[in-house]
């Protein structure tokens, strides 16, 4: 799935982005090799999710990861994002906004219903940005229905 707008493409990550993801993890204080990384992308492109990179010139500008599961309470899988992080530079742009549509996409492909961000610890600007694109708070996440009722 590769989506363009102004420039920016938004597509699977693979394991050429690792560098790059590493020096974008490193700006949140994440600490990972590219070695590390290269080996967790190889593993989350052949499990039940995918990992979502935006580019525009040079290292990734944001990533999103998403995985899907099976639950007892919803008749449809629910997709729920691990990770997302846009770089400092490209912050106020759109870029977290496309990566949310882009992972919703991918989960509806695979089928789910719902969208899920978690949210761990003190995080008012995420808090404000899964309000601001249509999640709904339910305690220590936000979920959004991926079709319409």
Not at 23 to 34: F, K, S
Request: charged share 20%; aromatic share 4%.
């Amino acid at each position: 799935m590769a989506t363009s707008r102004y420039g920016l493409e938004i597509r699977a990550a693979t394991s050429s982005e690792a560098a790059g993801l590493a020096e974008l993890l490193a700006q949140a204080g994440i600490i990972a090799t590219p070695r590390m990384l290269a080996d967790r992308l190889d593993s989350i492109a052949s499990a039940a999710g995918t990992a979502l990179v935006a580019l525009e010139w040079g290292p990734p500008s944001g990533v999103v990861v998403v995985h899907w599961y099976r639950g007892l309470l919803a008749d449809a899988p629910v997709a729920q994002i691990g990770l997302l992080l846009v770089a400092h530079e490209a912050r106020r742009r759109g870029i977290g906004r496309l990566l949310i549509k882009a992972a919703a996409q991918a989960a509806r492909v695979a089928g789910c219903g719902e969208l899920e961000v978690l949210v761990h610890g003190q995080h008012p600007e995420l808090v404000q940005f899964c309000a601001a694109t249509g999640f709904e708070a339910l305690g220590t996440s936000f979920r959004r229905k991926l079709r319409k009722t």
